[in-house]
Antibody, heavy 121, light 108 residues
């Protein structure tokens, strides 16, 4: 079964760092892009960026460039989203998702279960 | 960056009625790389339509997508109780992919 399994919920303080993960299984991890999507409480979906684990080619939304880092470790089929200094406004659900087709732009047909990040003093 | 504007913000309909949701892009979407997703509370989004008009695996045929260029439509021919949810469009035809702000389909 193709699936993406994300790491568990996090509660952090402003200024702390954080790295959340998304592990792919049931498919060739290096052959598909993996994207990250933010959903703030009660709000819509926001595309943050995407990485191709095969060669670590990464693209960011201008809204998130410089605010987060997307990476991947193909040896353990895991993608990451990290912050060096969290803000209260980073409080949100974060989803990873995989496009339908290999190595090209396509709709996201596989989604992780989401990781809730809460940043509060 | 392509901005997607969905309308209406909320659609109040009864089961059995037809729902028509709109997604307008600020510039032409390359190769009709436009998808529609459904999201229910507490769940991850689910892909309904890709390539503007192709249904994803397992999606009932009451869901249909149409359009090209800058104007796209998701139609639900007869609303079932499980169809009341929030729907998002997304374009993946440019280097920066974007989502619309969503349309909530609620029970009237």
């Amino acid at each position: 079964e193709v699936q993406l399994v994300q790491s568990g919920a996090e509660v952090k303080k402003p200024g702390e760092s954080l790295k959340i993960s998304c592990k792919g299984s049931g498919y060739s991890f290096t052959s598909y892009w993996i994207g990250w999507v933010r959903q703030m409480p009660g709000k819509g979906l926001e595309w943050m960026g995407i990485i191709y684990p095969g060669d670590s080619d990464t693209r960011y939304s201008p809204s998130f460039q410089g605010q987060v880092t997307i990476s991947a470790d193909k040896s353990i089929s895991t993608a990451y989203l990290q912050w060096s200094s969290l803000k209260a406004s980073d409080t949100a659900m974060y989803y990873c998702a995989r496009p339908m087709a290999t190595n090209r732009a396509d709709a996201f047909d596989i989604w992780g279960q989401g990781t809730m990040v809460t940043v509060s003093s | 960056e392509i901005v997607l504007t969905q309308s209406p913000g909320t659609l109040s309909l009864s089961p059995g009625e037809r729902a028509t949701l709109s997604c307008r892009a600020s510039q032409s979407v390359s190769s009709s790389y436009l998808a529609w997703y459904q999201q229910k509370p507490g769940q991850a989004p689910r892909l309904l339509i890709y390539g503007a008009s192709s249904r994803a695996t397992g999606i009932p045929d009451r869901f249909s997508g149409s359009g090209s260029g800058t104007d796209f439509t998701l139609t639900i021919s007869r609303l079932e109780p499980e169809d009341f949810a929030v729907y998002y469009c997304q374009q993946y035809g440019s280097s920066v992919w974007t989502f619309g702000q969503g349309t909530k389909v609620e029970i009237k």
